[in-house]
């Protein structure tokens, strides 16, 4: 399992590498067990000026957490101590300390960068985006909805286009990342090791924030157009519907394929889920430790019921890419049914 994520030192630079490449870098909870005590201790130490974060391989940063172990308890009761709980409390845990890190913490999300990977990427102070860069929210189509303190950085996106990314799990690329806030510096990838050495030479004395935001600034580079600023005045009407289904009724109206796009997506979702992202991104969350509290206590909602456990099977164990979901449209999910899912979970909520 030590192999599974790599944590080293070159020179003033903590670096840390997710080396499951084959599994697109899915960090499991043995994971987070290694991930979280190093960042503790790099908190500490003197000799280091900053932490990067990267994935091994070609083709992803992270795309997510190890759903499939879950998947593995799924017949597992939802109590403190067992996998269901741990996993979502001990990645959050995580995520807030990535967010509160005391020095300068740096995703190079060259690649695939989804769920659990957006978690530990989004919510750090530096996120380099690539050409190889997909960033996508898609926990709808698995029965979950969009964590990892994301009822934060999709409320903080432009105008409605955190709730489109969120009810369609769209994929977007490297400028459309700079554009919603998730990164903050484009680069080419081919200069990773170029990087890593600039960042390593981080001189003791100087200024750290600025000295990584004058080498990133350094190698950033023109990402190129984004896709969403010429639709958002589109998204922005159609999705300040004021329900899921009348977001859907508004997308069957309109004629360009972007809408098309949208609501077959919407149309493959568990409908429970989409209800859920709803009513999740129109609640007010004031900093992150409050995202992630309402978070966990959804997941430890979602754990107890089926459409999460049905997806996980049709998009990752059977691959039959046809799940049965609880509700075969979102008019058939109450407001009853939504607001148990909100619901306090006594001395099991998240505490930090």
Known sequence: MS????I?????LGIITMNRPQALNTLSLAMYRRFDPALMGWAEDTNVRAVLVRG???RAFCAGGDVVAIYEVRGEAVASGGYKSDFFREE???IRRIHRFPKPY???MDGITMGGGAGVAVNGRFRIA?????LAMPEVHIGLFPDVGATRFLALAPGRTGLYLALTGTRIGAA???YCGFATHFMAHEREDELLGALAALDQGENTD???AAVLHRFAADPGSARLPPLRAAIDRVFTGGSVEAIMAALAGERDDWAREALAAMRRASPLSLKLVFRQLAEPVPDLEAALTLEYRMTQHVMAGHDFFEGIRAALVDKDRNPVWQHRTPEEVSAAEVDAYFAPIGDRELTF
């Open 3 to 6: 192999d599974e994520i790599l």
């Open 8 to 12: 080293e030192r070159q020179g003033a």
């Open 210 to 212: 600025a000295a990584v």
């Open 92 to 94: 959050y845990r995580l």
């Open 176 to 178: 459309d990342a700079l």
């Open 56 to 58: 091994a391989g070609e």
């Open 130 to 134: 690539t050409a190889r860069t997909v």
């Open 106 to 108: 740096i995703a190079l």
